[in-house]
């Protein structure tokens, strides 16, 4: 059974940094894709970050490009999410996510099989 498990969420100040993991277990397929989605009450979930298994290749969402990055720990079977120049915008419920689909770009919510809890990021003075 697939379990993605979020942590690392808080509160920060705008500028600040935070970094985010996501421990993931049960995989059965060596190829499969982890995103960073976040979400705000009232709007849609949207995509922020994500890196693939098999050749570790890494796309963005344009409103973190030089301030969010993700990498992956294969030994420890964590994804992370490392976030700086935080600023306001990005306070949201943020998820970890993932797909076994070949994609070729920062992922769609619809096509994200499993999901984690969530973890919530507050930026504010």
């Known amino acids: 059974q697939v379990q993605l498990v979020e942590s690392g969420g808080g509160s920060v100040q705008p500028g600040g940094s935070l970094r985010l993991s996501c421990a993931v277990s049960g995989f059965s397929s060596e190829y499969y894709v982890i995103g960073w989605f976040r979400q705000v009450p009232g709007r849609e979930r949207e995509g922020v970050a994500s890196v693939s298994s098999m050749d570790g290749s890494t796309y963005y969402a344009n409103s973190v490009k030089g301030r969010f990055t993700i990498s992956r720990d294969d030994v420890e079977k964590t994804v992370f999410l490392q976030m700086n120049s935080l600023n306001k915008e990005d306070t949201a419920v943020y998820y970890c996510?993932?797909?076994?689909?070949?994609?070729?770009?920062?992922?769609?919510?619809?096509?994200?099989?499993?999901w984690g809890e969530g973890t919530l990021v507050t930026v504010s003075a």
């Open positions: 996510a993932a797909t076994t689909l070949i994609t070729m770009d920062l992922p769609d919510s619809g096509i994200m099989r499993y």
